[in-house]
Each structure stands twice: as C-alpha cells, then as structure tokens.
C-alpha cells in the first residue's frame, strides 16, 4: 500500500518532500532525481531551494530527469519542459545544469529519443526519487490512461482533457501540442522511490482511484500500487474521495518521525 499523507497546504507538502530530498542528498551527493512539471510540485522546489540556500548544501553533484516534454515546440520556447524545469528547478536550486536531463521532443530525432533517454536514465544508475504529479485523467507523467504498465519513455497523443488544463500556459489553447514524450509507467515504477503529490478537488477522484482502486491502465496514477516505497502526501481536498482517510491518519501520526516518508 502506499503510504498517504495528509497535509495542511501545499506549502507543508512543500517542507515534508523537501525534507526527503536534502536526506537523500546528504546521503548520496549525486543522488538522482525524477522531476516533475507542472503546478503540483512547485511548493516542494521553493522549500527545496530554501533548504540548500539556508544550510549551504552542495548540489552541484545531483542528477535530474524530467518526466516528460512537449513534442515540436521551437527550442527554447517559454513552456517546453526544457525551459520550464531550467527557470523553475536547475536555476532555483543551483543544479549544474549539463546534469539534468529533459526528455528530447525534436521531431527530427524523435524516433530513437525514447530509447536514448531510456539509456540515460539507465546510465546514471536509475532514478532514487522520483516526484510525481497525477492529472484530472489520472495520468502520471503524460501517461494517459490506456498506457501499458510495462511501458517506456516513447510518444504518447496527449487527450483533449490534458490539452485544454495546459491551456493556461498557453496564448491559445489550439498551441497546445498534440504529441508529448513521457518516462512509462515503467520507467517510473524503476525509480526507488516514489512521492505523488497532489492539492485541491479536482484531483481528488484521480488520487483515490490511484490508491484505493484496482491497478488498472485505466487509471495509471493507479500503477503506484506495484511499488514497494510510494508515498502521496495530498490536502484534505485531494484527500476527500479516499475511504480509508482515517487509517492514513492513524498510521502516519504513529509513525516514528525518524523514518521520515
Ligand atoms: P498540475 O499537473 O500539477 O499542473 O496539476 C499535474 C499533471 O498533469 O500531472
């Protein structure tokens, strides 16, 4: 089961995650993280990048591997995962650059930008923590559902639904891209350890058929469920379609802070 946490805000979750990554970091100095976009992880970014400013942590050694990235947007475009991970996780939290990697979405390389990122990924010793947002679809990366279980870093169609929530971040919703290049489901299970967030209501229908539903393509935030280290830390919002919400409750107050997430 996946352990749930059940936080105040955003800006809690932020601290909570943030907490995990300097321990691994302190750990391991070239510790390996999976890095999401969009709006869910942000909080976790700006309480991360607080962490290593306060206590001078060194991170120039600390890998990086986007999720996903929008296929045929003109390089450098504002909101390419490039771009984005560059203004909102290198630059921020003084990552050295050359070692975080965004999935390629040129479309001149595209059929073999799977398999090289998929060599990467594997090159660097695989994943150790690996952020995850979950979409209103239940997508992680850009997984929508139907996405095989098993699968890898490879184009997927985005649907309509994912088109018009990324909208916002577009002058037009029709610029939104029609094709994406995601990490697979499993790819994503490989990372050792898997954190999903999530914050607000609409999310709360995907978080709960994620960890109480079956594990089905049809819900591949659900896929969570095959690995042995997840952790969601969610609002009450997020929280609310989950049956078993006093449980987690129970579990985590009991949890010795020590062990951490
Ligand atoms: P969001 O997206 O963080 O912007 O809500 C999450 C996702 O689509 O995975």
Redesign the pocket.
């Known amino acids: 089961m996946a352990e749930v946490v059940i936080v105040g805000d955003e800006e809690a979750a932020g601290r909570l995650v943030a907490d995990a990554i300097v321990s691994l970091i302190r750990s391991k100095p070239d510790a390996v993280l999976g890095l999401?976009?969009?709006?869910?992880?942000l909080a976790t970014y700006r309480a991360l990048a607080d962490r290593i400013a306060d206590e001078s942590i060194d991170v120039r050694g600390v890998r990086g591997f986007a999720l996903d990235e929008y296929v045929g947007l003109p390089a450098g475009h504002p909101e390419s995962y490039r771009a984005v991970i560059t203004r909102e996780v290198v630059e921020p939290l003084g990552l050295t650059p050359e070692l975080v990697r965004v999935p390629n979405g040129d479309p001149a390389s595209i059929e073999h930008a799977g398999a090289d990122y998929e060599a990467a990924i594997g090159a660097a010793g695989g994943v150790d923590l690996q952020i995850?947002?979950?979409?209103?679809t239940g997508?992680?990366?850009?997984n929508e559902p139907g996405s095989s279980l098993a699968s890898l870093t490879r184009v997927k169609t985005l649907t309509e639904r994912?088109r018009a929530?990324?909208a916002r971040f577009f002058d037009a919703p029709d610029d939104v891209p029609m094709h994406c290049i995601t990490q697979g489901i499993g790819t994503i299970l490989r990372a050792r350890h898997l954190v999903l967030?999530?914050?607000g209501e609409a999310?709360a229908h995907a978080v709960a058929a994620a960890v109480e539903g079956p594990v089905t393509a049809s819900q591949p935030g659900s896929a969570i469920q095959l690995h042995p280290h997840a952790t969601v830390v969610v609002d009450e919002a997020a929280a609310s379609e989950l049956v078993n919400l006093a449980y987690y409750r129970h579990a985590w107050s009991n949890k010795p802070r020590w062990q951490g997430i």
Do not use: C, E, Q, V
């Open positions: 999401a976009t969009g709006s869910t992880p995850l947002g979950i979409g209103r997508h992680i990366g850009f994912t929530d990324n967030l999530a914050f999310k």
